[in-house]
């Protein structure tokens, strides 16, 4: 990770899984960031991160739910108040949600609740941090995008690939699918709108990770972080709107 320098990022659903992995890697960084903000639900209910927390200064723990649009707006502004007029480089759109349902079973309620948290949350998180965002990469010199500048990462799923329609056999979780498909869409268009604010976008699979949400197949939290680091680490403009793997594979949307 030599080639990613952050001074403050914003992991949310930063309580377990991927995002307490996130905030974990950071920390082990050569130089970590000054403000690690880890973004959950429910802050005084997280032992394992209200534990890293107390032991490191660094890291900020914000009440953040994706899925309420004043709780986002709240979240932006303490985080703005904690940056006390610096920039925010980097923000990590990870906190999502599952209903596996059949498309004989699927439901109203399922597609606008997955919907809510893994598509519009995003939207609205990149929104209320865009300022934040903008004033990152103003005061970062050079021309180019990167990671180390200022950028959007959103934690999608190979499951929202329309062309190939990813483990299908193994369950058809068709508004976890459709909702990240959507998050595929919303990230290209954030990757042409904020461009031109010096601010780089780009998605991920993270892989068949084993958390709470997806049970326990054989790629490690470890493994996936590291992976998806070590790429944010080496990508610039040529990747900004791309839907990559946690090894740097672009996948088919």
Not at 11 to 21: E, F, K, Q, S
Not at 37 to 52: H, I, T, V
Not at 150 to 178: H, K, L, P, T
Request: proline residues 6%; neutral net charge; aromatic residues 6%.
């Amino acid at each position: 990770m030599a080639g990613l320098h952050v001074r403050s990022v914003l992991v949310t659903g930063a309580n377990r899984g991927l995002g307490l992995g996130f905030v974990q890697h950071f920390l082990k960084m050569p130089n970590p960031p000054q403000w690690i903000f880890a973004g959950c639900r429910d802050p005084k209910g997280q032992r394992e991160l209200q534990n890293l927390a107390s032991k490191h200064p660094n890291i900020i723990i914000i009440q953040l739910e994706v899925s309420d649009p004043t709780s986002i707006k709240a979240a932006a502004a303490k985080v703005g108040e904690h940056l006390g007029g610096s920039g925010l480089n980097l923000l990590i759109n990870n906190a999502g949600m599952a209903k596996p349902c059949s498309l004989d079973n699927e439901t109203p309620e399922n597609m606008i609740q997955v919907y809510t948290t893994n598509t519009v949350g995003p939207l609205l998180m990149g929104q209320a941090f865009l300022p934040l965002l903008k004033k990152a990469a103003q005061e970062t010199p050079g021309s180019g995008l990167s990671c180390s500048k200022a950028a959007i990462v959103n934690m999608s799923s190979y499951a929202g690939s329309i062309e190939d329609m990813y483990v299908w056999e193994f369950g058809q979780v068709v508004s976890y699918r459709c909702s990240k498909a959507a998050l595929n869409m919303l990230s290209k268009c954030q990757s042409l709108a904020y461009k031109e604010h010096g601010i780089l976008c780009i998605t991920f699979h993270p892989g068949w990770v084993q958390t709470d949400m997806t049970g326990g197949p054989p790629l490690t939290v470890d493994d996936s972080v590291q992976g998806m680091l070590k790429m944010l680490s080496s990508i610039s403009e040529k990747e900004t709107g791309a839907f990559l793997d946690w090894e740097g594979k672009v996948l088919p949307w």
